[in-house]
């Protein structure tokens, strides 16, 4: 299995610059856009799997679950980074993970949640779901939830002169795509456990459904 995990001397500049400089860049939005920004391919082919999990790969690719599990991890990183630092998918087949700027809206945070379905709204009292079919009450929370935003269109450290940072800032740089990079080890890593561990099985299952008949009088 390929890493992208990359030593880098973080007491050197040229060693932090070199790396920035020379890290593999994609689009943070698409091409149109333009802005780019630190990346990594994540194309299946290019993963170095065994021939026995590239077998598994392509099914495990259409698993909603193997994909949740994947974004978990993605959203606990960005989260442990206030969500100023996201990593997401790109690309026509998402066969990029992007580094991306975001953060969270406060001004737009909600206000109600439903106890039943758990969406989220700006009611500021207690009223029944608004959710179709949900018998749940919308309940205002004491604490507003800010919502999660994203700046896709927003590159990272193009064509950056870096000779203006200090070495601390160029450091915190460094490290953190460091940890990108790992975040992107860690999303593999996840998706070989599920190649190694599982197989993808069609099954057959009945699903109870109501019908009218006739019985006699
Ligand atoms: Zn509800």
């Given at each position: ?144 939830v800010p919502q999660v935003i994203t ?67």
């Amino acid at each position: 299995m390929n890493t992208f995990d990359t030593r880098v001397d973080l007491r050197n500049r040229s060693s932090m610059t070199e790396f920035l400089n020379s890290h593999f860049r994609y689009f943070t939005l698409h091409s149109v856009n333009g802005a780019t920004s630190y990346a990594n391919c994540v194309k299946v082919h290019r993963l170095g799997l065994t021939p026995a999990q590239l077998e598994q790969a392509w099914q495990m690719l259409d698993m909603p679950v193997v994909f949740h599990a994947i974004r978990d991890g993605l959203e606990r990183w960005a989260e442990a980074r206030r969500w100023e630092w996201q990593a997401h998918f790109r690309g026509r087949s998402s066969g990029y993970l992007v580094l991306c700027r975001g953060g969270l809206d406060y001004e737009r945070a909600h206000t109600a949640q439903c106890d039943e379905c758990g969406k989220l709204t700006y009611h500021t009292q207690d009223v029944p779901c608004t959710g179709g079919g949900c018998n749940g009450t919308l309940r205002a929370m004491e604490k507003p939830v800010p919502q999660v935003i994203t700046w896709p269109g927003k590159g990272v450290d193009e064509h950056e002169d870096w000779s203006g940072w200090d070495l601390g800032s160029l450091r915190e740089r460094a490290r953190l795509v460091q940890d990108f990079d790992r975040a992107g080890d860690e999303a593999v890593a996840t998706f070989v456990r599920f190649c190694d561990e599982y197989r993808v099985v069609e099954k057959t299952v009945s699903v109870p459904t109501q019908v009218r008949v006739l019985e006699p009088a």
